[in-house]
């Protein structure tokens, strides 16, 4: 397995904002600024299938391989002789905020030629998608305070 990167962010948002975000994958493109669009077949649940179209890339088909409410949420695309695996872990710190954490890995015959497609910009634009999703998610929390 390659690791090709990873982002870590804090944030005043519950862990409840950041799923309901991750879970409305239609609103994706609002944060994650290389996708063009997201299409979940079905409820946000382990196991679901979809189909993501990065902007001037293929559509690329994906499964929420692992979901724990409140705890992780992970997705795995299915790319030609590789898998790409993005792991997002939430926790609560102890001053009362959110500790998110981003990891993305390549495995498969092939993942060394996806390191050298896909890497680059994946590694670019990691920590920048997290902080605005970070930001979304607190926007969130604020107008469902209010």
């Given at each position: ?9 804090v ?7 950041f ?6 994958m239609?609103?994706?493109p609002?944060?994650?600024?290389d996708?063009?669009?997201v299409?979940?077949?079905g409820?946000?649940?382990e196991?679901?299938t979809?189909?993501?179209?990065p902007k ?7 499964t929420?391989?692992?979901l724990?409410p ?13 898998r ?13 905020g ?5 990891e993305v ?6 993942a060394?030629?996806?390191n050298?497609?896909l890497g ?14 970070a ?12």
């Amino acid at each position: 397995m390659r690791k090709l990167a990873t982002a870590q962010t804090v944030s005043t948002a519950h862990p409840s904002a950041f799923f309901a975000r991750w879970a409305d994958m239609a609103t994706w493109p609002e944060w994650n600024t290389d996708t063009a669009w997201v299409r979940l077949d079905g409820p946000f649940v382990e196991g679901a299938t979809g189909v993501l179209k990065p902007k001037g890339g293929p559509k690329v088909p994906f499964t929420v391989a692992k979901l724990v409410p409140g705890r992780e949420f992970t997705d795995v695309s299915r790319l030609l002789g590789a898998r790409l695996t993005f792991r997002h872990l939430v926790e609560h710190t102890e001053q009362g905020g959110t500790l998110v954490n981003v990891e993305v890995t390549l495995d498969g015959p092939l993942a060394a030629l996806w390191n050298a497609i896909l890497g680059k910009d994946i590694r670019a634009g990691l920590q920048q998608d997290l902080d605005r999703l970070a930001a979304t998610a607190e926007a969130d929390s604020a107008v469902t305070a209010a």
